[in-house]
């Protein structure tokens, strides 16, 4: 399955500069693990935002949330989920 994710980091203003450093260098670590493994096939950044869209894919909604709930940031990331399904004209 396909699914459309939006995602939006809520970390606090005042979380200190070497904390925010080290979460984002382990999110880049696991997003780079989640695209060898097939799951994260595009993301995208939104611009203005501190925001990615991102196109998964997963055996099933189970399995996308242990891949998203695996990412460093997770707690404090706001999540929109979309299952995509193949449009007719694309076959």
Do not use: C, I
């Not at 979380?15 to 979460?23: A, C």
């Not at 935002?49 to 707690?75: C, F, I, Q």
């Amino acid at each position: 399955m396909e699914f459309l994710v939006r995602t939006e980091n809520l970390l606090p203003p005042d979380t200190p500069d070497d904390t925010r450093e080290r979460l984002r260098r382990a999110e880049r670590e696991r997003a780079q693990q989640l695209r060898e493994a097939g799951v994260l096939k595009r993301l995208w950044r939104v611009p203005g935002r501190n925001a990615t869209v991102g196109l998964y894919e997963a055996d099933d909604p189970a399995t996308l949330h242990e891949a998203l709930t695996s990412l460093p940031m997770w707690k404090w990331m706001d999540v929109t989920v979309e299952a995509l399904a193949t449009h007719p004209q694309e076959r």
